[in-house]
């Protein structure tokens, strides 16, 4: 059954199919990249500007590639590299463009916060809530690409949330 790369991505979004149920090769990866940087670039450009923004989705991008690449030589799956990149730069772009109309309808919300006077609101849960859909989708891309335990995926995602924050703050960007 062939379907659509969006669709694709969607299906993974909910769960219903894995990174081994995506094309292999450098075309749909290449595609999910460029998706997801157009994306980040304009969702968030406006609120946090466009140059930023880009050095941020490429550093990710860089970041993201290298992060699965060492997991799946460390496990033993190298030829699952570029479904397991496909499927995680598709989750990006996908949850990015659920993230796009909250950042559009509120484009202070991603500046600086002082912690004395911030009260969260809708769009602040709305984002927290993409946050962490987006670690569970991305533990479950893990979980099938190394062949874990779902929780297992779920730490080796948080653990390149963690790892994507201190490259950009090496940066000095984030």
Do not use: K
């Amino acid at each position: 059954m062939s379907l659509s790369l969006p669709r694709q991505f969607l299906l993974l979004c909910l769960f219903r199919i894995g990174p081994q149920d995506l094309p292999a090769g450098g075309w749909p990866v290449l595609v999910a990249a460029l998706g997801y940087l157009l994306v980040s670039v304009l969702g968030f450009g406006p609120a946090l500007g466009h140059g930023d923004v880009a050095v941020e989705a490429m550093t990710d991008i860089l970041v993201l590639a290298a992060y699965i690449g060492a997991l799946l030589r460390l496990r033993g799956h190298p030829e699952r590299y570029f479904q397991t990149l496909t499927a995680a730069y598709g989750l990006n772009f996908m949850l990015g463009l659920l993230a796009w109309p909250i950042i559009a309808t509120e484009p202070g919300l991603l500046g600086e916060v002082n912690p004395d006077t911030f009260q969260a609101s809708l769009p602040d849960y709305l984002l927290l809530g993409l946050l962490f859909w987006n670690l569970m989708v991305l533990g479950h891309v893990l979980r099938h690409a190394l062949q874990l335990q779902l929780w297992q995926g779920f730490l080796a995602a948080l653990a390149y949330l963690i790892l994507s924050v201190l490259a950009l703050d090496w940066l000095d960007v984030a």
